[in-house]
Nanobody, 126 residues
Framework: VQLQASGGGLVQAGDSLRLSCAASGSTFSSYGMGWFRQTPGKEREFVAAISWRGGRTWYLDSVKGRFTISRDNAKNTVYLQMNRLRPEDTAVYYC????????????????????WGQGTQVTVSS
């Protein structure tokens, strides 16, 4: 499985961005998918996840109401719509795939995820 993240960039506080993560493989529709982010000197942190059945979602508290994770199984792609961006959202964002995820759950920790994208930089200026 290969994951290709894109859509990052430099924006101002209050702006929006949509990240995309395209996955290879024919069984994307049965992967739990997640987004994580990392800033220099800090641990990678969970941002959002979506189950492969039912589209159930989970979010980091600080992004609830601003970010939305979604998936398009026909395009083998997961998205992260980020609205009302803040300077503290600045990070490298990574998508990840859990190929053994149960149908209605996707983890908010790193360990279950088997494959990771290369990361896309999001910079929010104040």
């Amino acid at each position: 499985v290969q994951l290709q993240a894109s859509g990052g960039g430099l924006v101002q506080a209050g702006d929006s961005l949509r990240l995309s993560c395209a996955a290879s493989g024919s069984t994307f529709s049965s992967y739990g998918m997640g987004w994580f982010r990392q800033t220099p000197g800090k641990e990678r942190e969970f941002v959002a996840a979506i189950s492969w059945r039912g589209g159930r979602t989970w979010y980091l508290d600080s992004v609830k109401g601003r970010f939305t994770i979604s998936r398009d199984n026909a395009k083998n792609t997961v998205y992260l719509q980020m609205n009302r961006l803040r300077p503290e959202d600045t990070a490298v964002y990574y998508c990840a795939a859990d190929i053994d995820a149960p149908p209605y759950y996707s983890s908010n920790t790193q360990s279950p995820y088997d494959y990771w994208g290369q990361g896309t930089q999001v910079t929010v200026s104040s």
